[in-house]
């Protein structure tokens, strides 16, 4: 019974720190596309002219690999953003490398 008890808060524990993991991805997601160029990604992206990042994500025309190629070196009016990104306050702060930063701009983009 009590070995049990101890196997299920195990469990509680580790899915609660899957989620508090989870959230602070998705949380420097959100900073590096709101902050980004001092005026985050947005201001492009949230207008209808340029690519719909959250649709073509959904879509599958926008995939993790193609998503970070054009981070590091930019497409038409497109610039590069690896470098901001990198910058990001709350990427030095975690510690995040370039994966793990581009790996939580891509889950907050997919959340959108
Ligand atoms: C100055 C405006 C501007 C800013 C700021 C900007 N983008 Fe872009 N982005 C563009 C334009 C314009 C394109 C289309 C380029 C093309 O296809 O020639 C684009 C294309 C992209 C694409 C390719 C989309 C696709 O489906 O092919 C991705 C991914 C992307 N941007 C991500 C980002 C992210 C993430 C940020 C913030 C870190 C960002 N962009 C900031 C203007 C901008």
């Known amino acids: 019974m009590k070995k049990t008890l101890a196997t299920a808060a195990g469990i509680v524990l580790i899915a609660l720190s899957g989620s508090a993991f989870a959230d602070e991805q998705l949380e420097i997601g959100q900073k590096i596309y709101e902050r980004a160029f001092g005026r985050g990604c947005g201001t492009c992206h949230d207008i209808a002219s340029n690519p719909q990042l959250p649709a073509n ?11 970070e190629k054009i981070l590091k070196e930019g497409k038409g009016g497109m610039p590069v953003a690896i470098a901001e990104i990198m910058k990001n306050k709350a990427v030095e702060k975690a510690g995040y490398g370039e994966d793990q930063a581009v790996d939580a701009l891509f889950a907050y983009i997919s959340s959108k």
């Open 57 to 67: 994500i959904k879509a599958g025309t926008l995939t993790r690999a193609s998503f």
